[in-house]
């Protein structure tokens, strides 16, 4: 049998031990809380950063922009727009407009090339009807009524359309632009 001295020797030795651990495991937790505040406060120093160059981009853009209505005023004359100034219509731009003068370049054209479907009578047909990615169907303005039964039955002749080859393979039929004129 082992001394009583011993025994407590050995009591001391486990006591000393489990304060020890507890010790341990209460610095563990202060370091972890310790690190998890600085994240925070690092977090936060991140976030102050990012609003004063905000902050900083706001004063430099209102101090151009007061800058440049001072030159505008003092160099050029120029006032800022006043809400009568505005035009509501593009028809209301138009009218302000005047003619070419005498001499002036003539006006830019564009060029197009012929569309390879125009029937025999030489109609072309620059504008290809927008058709929807969800249904196949164009999408039709309301006067465009007399179409939908024709593009209902494509939809019908792509849906019988055994592959996704078939149905990128077939041909869409485009309303011509003198239907559209007309109407």
């Not at 001391?12 to 610095?27: E, T």
């Not at 209102?62 to 509501?88: C, H, I, S």
């Amino acid at each position: 049998m082992t001394p009583p001295a011993s025994r407590i020797r050995q009591i001391g030795w486990l006591a000393l031990l489990a304060v020890c651990l507890a010790l341990f495991v209460a610095l563990t937790f202060r370091v972890n809380a310790v690190k998890s505040e600085v994240v925070r406060a690092e977090r936060t120093i991140v976030a102050l950063e990012r609003e004063t160059r905000r902050l900083e981009t706001e004063y430099q853009t209102r101090a151009n922009q007061q800058q440049l209505a001072t030159w505008n005023k003092v160099e050029f004359g120029y006032d800022t727009p006043r809400a009568d100034q505005f035009m509501e219509t593009e028809r209301q731009l138009a009218e302000l407009g005047e003619g070419r003068a005498p001499g002036a370049p003539a006006p830019i054209r564009v060029a197009r090339a012929p569309d390879p479907r125009a029937d025999d009578a030489g109609d072309e047909n620059p504008i290809i009807a927008m058709v929807s990615p969800l249904t196949g169907l164009p999408e039709t303005a309301p006067a465009e009524d007399a179409n939908r039964e024709e593009m209902g039955a494509r939809a019908a002749r792509e849906e019988a359309a055994s592959s996704l080859a078939d149905r990128l393979q077939s041909t869409m039929d485009a309303p011509s632009v003198q239907t559209e004129l007309a109407e």
